[in-house]
């Protein structure tokens, strides 16, 4: 669907071949992302069963939060930003500070607007007008655990508005537009021994804004977390697990599909339920480089939102020692849906859904939303009497 759309802009602007190759990124629809990682599931890698049973990445040793307060930098326009800033050894000592996560009008820089179908910005697509597309620069110092070494280190950003480039210690990495989409680059060529500089920087518009265009607030700046997360060279690059159900909502299926790197000894897969007792033990398969499983469970105890049940997988790899490499875990729900004659059903009950127009927004921290905050946004939406 992306591809479709963008190649439908790309139409629309009429973008000859020489202007797309001497665009800016920021103003090239032919450039979404440079050096990111191909997208995966949402996880996080345990070296433990125990470790991994807490659901948390940051119980995990090979997870490293770079949230905090990062030195700053704030300019009107693009010509304004500095061009050095990434150099290890630029000093950065009148610049500001900001946290990040935050939106940078929300830290005392530009102004948020608010509009809904007029473009906040001169329509002119793909360009965004030069004198009306602020720069914020940020830098962090980190030091990567040693308990490390030898493992592949990767920076990923859950959310940045609207387009941003990325450098450690000088080194150009990537660039990556899609304000709601995270990216991931493998940073481990980049690194060295002691104290690392990362330094990004993130323009306010981007050809991307263009098809952003909505009833809502904007605002820019590194708007949800960062981190680094470490992994083995053998590990598991993606997976997608689905929870079955048969024609008579009975029994059911654990159908999982799992993608590898450098597929070296063996994969153990347990599923348990709400009390935390093994539902069929534990399947072991010789790693490949992709793999399914496809178990069938006789009456597994169905998912609804009056009933939220939900059973534990564990997807742990082992290398040819028999030595735990690395444990994924995921929580798992086994339902059905599907529409019937014009009407939705789920688990067989047909349902009507209402639903709100819910943008990802706070009072107080404007994009950057916590899990408490949507928590609290879930409780008050709740009908009275239903707990």
Known sequence: MLKQLLAIWVASVAISPSLVEAANDWENPAVLQVNTEKPHATMMAFPSREAAASHQRENSSWFYSLNGNW???????????????????FEAKDWGKINVPSNWQREGYGIPIYTNVAYPFEKNPPFINKHFNPVGS????FEVPSNW???????????????FY???????VGYSQGSRTPAEWNISEYLKPGKNRLAVQVFR??????????????????????????????????????????DNYQDGKLALEMALTRATGSVEVELLDAKKQSVFGTKTLPAEENLSL???????????AESPYLYELFITLKDNND???EVIPWKVGFRRSEIKDNVYYFNGVPVK?????RHEHDPDTAHYVTRKSMIEDFNRLRPTGRH
Do not use: C
Request: glycine content about 6%; cysteine-free.
């Open 149 to 163: 070494q030898n493992r592949d280190t990767f920076i990923h950003f859950e959310g940045v508005d609207s387009a």
């Open 71 to 89: 030195k700053f930098n704030w300019v009107k326009t693009t010509a304004e930003r500095p061009m050095d800033f990434f150099k290890s050894d």
């Open 166 to 172: 990325i450098w450690v210690n000088g080194e150009k």
């Open 353 to 357: 859904m209402k639903g709100v127009n």
């Open 138 to 141: 940020y830098i962090r110092d």
């Open 323 to 325: 030595r735990v490499v």
């Open 205 to 246: 518009w981007s050809d991307g804004s263009y098809l952003e265009d909505q009833d809502a607030w904007r605002l820019s700046g590194i708007y949800r977390d960062v981190f680094l997360f470490s992994k083995d060279k053998q590990s598991l690059r993606d997976f997608f697990v689905r929870g079955e159900v048969d």
């Open 294 to 304: 496809n178990i069938p469970l006789k009456k597994p105890q169905l998912w609804s």
